[in-house]
């Protein structure tokens, strides 16, 4: 019976094609227990395959902590994680931008394999949860059928390239910086630079400063577009950020150069990562992004590093290749401009008007948000939103970091057709980018570091703020709140208006869930400023904390135009915590059990679900992940000799020895030549003639089969020199394991 | 051929969803739901159009679910389940009325949610069950014997839909 392989192989990127059945081979290693758990969690990570809540084995049914005993029993696909736990996919979208197929794709998948939910995150990924590992290859050959990748969509590389939503339409922008943003998207997909770090590596383009847009100040390396002019020339390049971040210890941006040309971006991103891999921290993971790497240094000797190895790059052609095309980069509108005249007497379309829809800097054109509650929409409504944007703009959708959808070059005199249209599929909801519109991590609800429901409350708070909305202060309904289940921010609560992070509390006994206060974080000026912890307020009072903070800002504001940010500062920390001191009380267990409970979730409250998180993936350095890669090779190789293929055995097996003995020169040779003769004349200098490669009984008899077959020109194979060359090359990488091992313990 | 769903119509619908979140975590509490490992319930009552309330097993999803704005129980199984596609849809049937039983009777629910013999049966594998006349065909003629005298028909809904056979009385 034909399968999706099958099925898709003329639809597929050879490239692509290789990754996913490599990654398949990773799993049928990992079943056998050939693999190391760690190195296999680390694998699927870089694929976009990550655990959720409860894949351990365990749940607190709010009576019990009961054993879920999956069928696969003892199998496992990392450490601590069952194999038929459900668990996550994260897709990468670079930028946020899809189009129509893609949608529909996405659509079909989260109904065959996921629970029919597509969920945008704050980095205009798609997430998809309860998928079944198994299924994931197949996932991902239909998403490589559109063009889609899952590859380096967790784990410690460079994870999805943000950019404004707006970029290209915007009125304030400098230029469109999508094409950079592409550009070094490509340029750093599974770059070798790239594959070493101890932590993940964010970065986002911001077409101007004083929106938010891209968030730069918040990045590892935030790209902001600038023109410099110089004696009446104008060139284009950016000011560039590093070193910024939330997590449990934010950081703002560091100015890395006020002015990069355009020609030096890219290379400039590979020495920053070459520096980071090199001197970034890898056993601490709490110390491991490379905002502790730049507070260390400082910025000056930061700077300094990497334009040194910017200096000894070898060229790239890439780095400047993309450039002759920009000047045909651009989006086209699928139908002519027009204006809006019409007074539409319908207020529910009025309203969405005032807050969801944004004029181009191209007359006669909107782009219009899609607000999704909780980043949520259903495969159905993906699938009616993918014939929407047909019909009306194309291909020009893109995800933002608020996790809604942008539709741009919708014709204005298209606005009340388009509105209809989404507000039959429940798409049109008013207050975009307002107090209503908010966000939240996935908190309790599948993430194993959560510690309270953010999106418990974040739709708690959506629901009860949506009804005020009619009556609120304009001053008010511009604020933004920003939701995290934990203190390591993915709900970006340290740059909004009014933040929430969840953290607990014991009183006799008993849990209760809390949600620390932070209050006057800047959206604007790409996240230009963090906000201050108040106090942490049981979860369940929440709702009251945010409407007497608002209230108070309203009553007590010195002038109508002050900010929130400004009045927060000039009040102080110890005014707002004695404003919210009346809700930090808690009652007795007995007296109120809703205290002692999460929103939506009636059990009662625990920290026993939590989790060993994948945020910080697993430290696995470049070298181990070869010599898996090695291995995955050699057990190819096998497959390929039991199916009588012996000339693709005897390919594959070796491969496996260079691979296995290029992971070992790397070691002291990080640019070893990725060619046959360079790296068996590496080996034989550094590890054969100095003995580092010997083994206490057999002494270079392993060694000896990388040597001997390279020197070997003979074509003939057949099934007994194929099965030789296999046991060869799985005696030399079990070897090159143990000289990994002598070399990393200090032995030799 | 396992992924298969079934969706049973509900006639009344007099309770608030948010009670279904309290029954959904007593049945894992309980453990009542025979041959599945229950894991987790999914709260998605902010999708106008999607799944409401979801409980998650390893064997298959369960939902109140409300695509097209028709509210009805839905089990979508998941892991493989009999030999044949007939074995398959007359066992989901089943799985499924078991739990609009354990609905209906439910202490918290009696008189206030009622169910009607509407269904709706989907195909939710694009690979052996794609949505062209043969996988049609084959479709009807099991239906037909599984859910005999009703009337059935085909539902096309959008681009690329899953095949969907509406059956009723």
Redesign the interface.
């Known amino acids: 019976?034909?399968?999706?392989k099958e099925?898709l192989n003329n639809k597929i990127s050879n490239e692509l094609k290789i990754e996913i059945n490599e990654f398949e081979s990773q799993m049928e290693l990992m079943r056998r227990g050939k693999i190391d758990p760690r190195i296999f969690a680390e694998t699927r990570l870089r694929r976009g395959v990550y655990g959720q809540?409860?894949d351990n084995g365990q749940?607190d049914?709010?009576?019990q902590l009961?054993r879920?005993?999956?069928?696969a029993g003892d199998l496992m696909k990392g450490p601590d994680t069952y194999w038929?736990a459900?668990g996550m996919l994260r897709i990468k979208i670079p930028f946020g931008a899809v189009n129509q197929e893609q949608l529909?794709m996405m659509?079909?998948l989260a109904?065959?394999y996921a629970?029919?939910?597509l969920h945008v995150t704050t980095r205009q990924d798609i997430q998809y949860?309860?998928v079944?590992i198994d299924d994931m290859p197949d996932i991902m050959r239909r998403l490589a059928s559109v063009g889609i990748t899952t590859k380096e969509a967790c784990g410690n590389v460079v994870r999805n390239v943000t950019a404004c939503p707006i970029a290209g339409v915007c009125k304030d922008e400098s230029f469109d910086v999508t094409p950079y943003s592409s550009a070094l998207t490509e340029f750093l997909l599974g770059h070798p630079d790239c594959q070493d770090f101890g932590r993940k590596f964010k970065i986002s383009f911001s077409g101007c400063y004083e929106h938010a847009c891209g968030l730069v100040n918040m990045h590892d390396l935030g790209v902001l577009a600038k023109i410099k002019e110089n004696n009446g020339i104008k060139k284009k390049g950016f000011k560039l950020f590093v070193g910024g971040g939330l997590g449990a210890v934010a950081h703002p941006a560091k100015v890395f150069s006020e002015f990069i040309p355009e020609e030096e971006l890219l290379p400039i991103a590979q020495a920053i990562g070459r520096v980071f891999a090199r001197l970034g921290e890898k056993k601490n993971r709490a110390k491991a992004r490379v905002k502790f790497l730049v507070a260390k240094l400082g910025i000056d000797e930061f700077v300094k590093i990497v334009m040194k190895e910017r200096a000894i790059l070898p060229h790239d052609i890439r780095w400047i290749s993309y450039l002759d095309k920009l000047p045909a980069y651009g989006e086209i509108a699928k139908h002519n401009p027009s204006d809006f005249h019409e007074k539409i007497a319908d207020p529910q379309f009025n309203n969405w008007l005032s807050t969801n829809i944004y004029f181009q800097s191209q007359r006669g054109y909107s782009t219009i948000t899609i607000s999704l509650?909780?980043g949520?929409?259903?495969s159905?409504?993906t699938?009616?939103l993918?014939?929407i944007a047909k019909e009306f703009v194309g291909n020009s959708i893109r995800l933002n970091v608020e996790q809604n959808i942008v539709l741009r070059w919708v014709p204005n005199g298209d606005l009340y057709k388009i509105y209809q249209k989404l507000e039959k599929?429940?798409l049109a909801n008013p207050g975009a980018g307002t107090i209503i519109d908010v966000t939240s991590c996935p908190g309790t609800?599948t993430c194993k570091l959560g510690i309270a429901s953010s999106?418990?409350l974040a739709?708690e708070l959506?629901t009860q703020l949506a009804i005020k909305s009619f009556e609120m202060d304009e001053a008010i309904k511009g604020l933004r709140i920003k939701v995290s289940g934990c203190f390591n921010s993915c709900g970006q609560h340290h740059i909004a208006d009014i933040g929430f992070y969840g953290n607990s509390r014991t009183k006799k006994g008993f849990k209760i869930p809390h949600f620390q206060v932070v209050l006057g974080g800047q959206w604007n000026e790409n996240g230009g400023s963090y906000g201050m912890a108040m106090g942490a307020v049981p979860s369940q009072k929440i709702p009251e904390v945010v409407t007497k903070i608002t209230e108070t800002y309203i009553k007590e504001r010195n002038e109508v135009n002050e900010r929130f940010q400004d009045f927060i500062e000039r009040v102080g920390k110890l005014y707002i915590k004695s404003l919210i001191e009346e809700f930090m009380n808690i009652p007795e267990y007995e007296d109120d059990k809703s205290y002692y409970s999460d929103w939506?979730?009636?059990?009662e409250f625990s920290l026993k679900d939590m989790g060993i998180g994948e945020c910080a993936g697993e430290i696995v350095t470049r070298e181990e992940f070869e010599l898996q890669t090695a291995e995955r090779e050699v057990f190819e190789a096998q497959l390929e000799y039991d199916n009588k293929n012996y000339i693709l055995a005897n390919k594959k097996s070796y491969n496996a020895m260079l691979q296995a003995a290029r992971a070992l020169i790397r070691i002291e040779f990080y640019d070893v030549p990725n060619n046959p003769k360079a790296i068996v004349n590496e080996f034989q200098k550094r590890f054969f003639e100095t003995k580092k490669f010997y083994d206490k009984y057999a002494k270079g008899k392993f060694g000896r089969y990388l040597i001997n077959r390279f020197n070997d020109k003979s074509e003939i194979v057949n099934e007994d020199n194929a099965r030789q060359y296999v046991e060869e090359s799985q005696l030399f990488i079990e070897a090159a394991h143990s000289c990994y091992a002598k070399i990393t313990s200090g032995e030799v | 051929m396992h992924?298969v769903g079934i969706k049973k119509m509900i006639s009344k619908f007099d309770i608030k969803l948010?009670k279904i979140?309290?029954i959904f975590?007593e049945w894992?509490?309980k453990d009542i739901i025979p041959e599945h490992?229950t894991?987790?319930?999914?709260?998605?009552k902010?999708?106008?159009?999607?799944?409401g309330i979801?409980l998650?097993t390893?064997e298959g999803?369960i939902s109140i679910d409300f695509?097209?704005n028709q509210v009805g129980l839905l089990y979508?199984r998941?892991q493989p389940l009999c030999k044949t596609q007939l074995e398959n849809i007359i066992k989901i049937k089943s799985i499924l009325n078991f739990l609009v039983n354990e609905l209906e009777n439910h202490k918290d629910l009696k008189g206030k949610l009622k169910f009607k013999e509407n269904y709706k049966i989907i195909l939710?594998?694009?690979?052996?069950f794609p949505n062209n006349d043969s996988s049609k065909e084959i479709l009807i003629s099991i239906i037909e014997k599984v859910f005999q005298g009703m009337k059935l028909s085909i539902i096309n809904?959008?681009?690329?839909?899953?095949l969907t056979i509406d059956i009723q009385e």
């Open positions: 019976m034909e399968n999706w099925k809540r409860y749940r049914d709010g009576r009961r879920l005993d999956y069928p038929d459900p529909i659509a079909d109904e065959e629970d029919g939910v949860h309860y079944h509650p909780l949520d929409l259903s159905h409504q699938r009616k993918a014939e599929i429940g609800d999106r418990g739709g959506r939506g979730d009636p059990r | 992924k948010e979140i309290f975590h894992i509490q490992l894991i987790d319930v999914t709260d998605y902010h999708i106008p159009d999607g799944p979801m998650i390893h999803n695509e097209n979508m998941k939710n594998d694009r690979l052996y809904s959008s681009l690329n839909s899953r």
